[in-house]
């Protein structure tokens, strides 16, 4: 068993062994979107271990934000993401709540993030992820 957080309201369905393999036989169009959701949670997992292992903090924070706002997906853009502590962005990004406070301020003095009405991300805080130079000002 795992532990999750969630940041928007969420329903969890737990789904035992035994039901999921009798539906995973019987039903192939779920199961060909299961296994396509796997593969891509699989890709996932291994861009975020390339990310912890190669990435300077600040570009994971960077990172993070804009994997929360769904950014490169044209439907599901979301530039306002719903209140996230910065004790849960610190954990998202293995680091110090003090260290994601740092990198915070920094983001929103450079226009990348604002705070007003929810934490509202700019599309230019790709630089910080794309460029090997940390933000600075």
Do not use: W
């Amino acid at each position: 068993m795992g532990t999750a957080i969630a940041i928007t309201p969420t329903r969890a369905l737990v789904i035992y062994k035994n039901e999921m393999i009798r539906v995973l036989h019987a039903e192939h169009a779920f199961s060909d979107r299961f296994i396509s959701h796997m593969l891509l949670r699989i890709i996932r997992v291994e861009e975020d271990l390339v990310d912890q292992l190669f990435s300077s903090t600040e570009k994971r924070l960077a990172r993070t934000l804009l994997l929360l706002c769904h950014y490169g997906k044209p439907d599901h853009l979301q530039r306002v993401l719903p209140k996230i502590s910065q004790e849960t962005l610190a954990e998202m990004v293995g680091t110090s709540r003090s260290r994601v406070n740092l990198y915070m301020s920094r983001f929103r003095k450079l226009g990348f993030i604002r705070c007003k009405g929810g934490l509202q991300i700019n599309r230019s805080l790709l630089n910080v992820v794309l460029h090997d130079e940390p933000a600075r000002r």
